[in-house]
């Protein structure tokens, strides 16, 4: 059974940082596209960064050169460190595992199994 396990997060002042980690269970970690995803009540959740299994990385213009993801194999984790952050970054951030789908998937119809979902905030 795939379970993806979030843990990171909280409350920052504009212009902090966080790192959030979501970790892969049930699968093997190295052959998928991991992403991650954020939602607020004003939105649908959109898309924030994604690594493929051969580690490129892609990035939503908005997080373009203040976020960056990243992989560990050996944890079956992937990261998502977040500087430079604006209030505007407020949502709840998802990690998610993309099976089938080669490449580096931006659309959450691609994913198939998802975190738990956790709170960023950022305060200006």
């Known amino acids: 059974q795939v379970q993806l396990v979030q843990s990171g997060g909280g409350l920052v002042q504009a212009e902090g940082s966080l790192r959030l980690s979501c970790t892969l269970s049930?699968?093997?970690?190295?052959?998928?596209?991991m992403g991650w995803f954020r939602q607020t009540p004003e939105k649908d959740r959109e898309f924030v960064a994604v690594?493929?299994?051969?580690?490129?990385?892609v990035y939503a213009d908005s997080v373009k050169g203040r976020f960056t993801i990243s992989r560990n194999s050996a944890k079956n984790t992937v990261y998502l460190q977040m500087n430079t952050l604006k209030p505007e970054d407020t949502a709840v951030y998802y990690c998610?595992?993309?099976?089938?789908?080669?490449?580096?998937?931006?659309?959450?119809?691609?994913?198939?199994?998802w975190g738990q979902g956790t709170q960023v905030t950022v305060s200006s």
């Open positions: 049930g699968r093997t970690f190295d052959y998928y596209a």
């Open positions: 690594s493929s299994s051969g580690g490129d990385a």
């Open positions: 998610a595992v993309s099976v089938g789908v080669t490449g580096t998937p931006q659309y959450p119809g691609e994913y198939n199994s």
